[in-house]
């Protein structure tokens, strides 16, 4: 059973950065897609960030020039580090591989 566990969300002003971690346990994560997605009050999951196995990656246009993916296969983690944080970037943040079921998430509040 695959398991993913988020973490390093908190509460920060706008224009502060907080880095995400998503531990995969259990999962063939080298050659899987991952991201990040996230999921804000009254408003359905959207997709954030992906990366593939060979490290290509891909943006939402709203985070774009703020926020960098990344993953190490060898330890199975997958991060994002978001810079330069707007209020509307608050959430709850939720990593993705491949088919796994969603973890618990991690909430990122950014204050004006």
């Known amino acids: 059973q695959v398991q993913l566990v988020e973490s390093g969300g908190g509460s920060v002003q706008a224009g502060g950065s907080l880095r995400l971690s998503c531990a995969a346990s259990?999962?063939?994560?080298?050659?899987?897609?991952v991201g990040w997605y996230r999921q804000a009050p009254g408003k359905q999951r959207e997709v954030v960030a992906l990366i593939t196995s060979g490290g290509t990656t891909d943006y939402a246009n709203s985070v774009k020039g703020r926020f960098t993916i990344s993953r190490d296969n060898a330890k199975k983690m997958l991060y994002l580090q978001m810079n330069s944080l707007k209020p509307e970037d608050t959430a709850v943040y939720y990593c993705?591989?491949?088919?796994?079921?969603w973890g618990q998430g991690t909430q990122v509040t950014v204050s004006s």
């Open positions: 993705a591989v491949g088919t796994a079921p």
């Open positions: 259990g999962s063939d994560f080298s050659i899987a897609a």
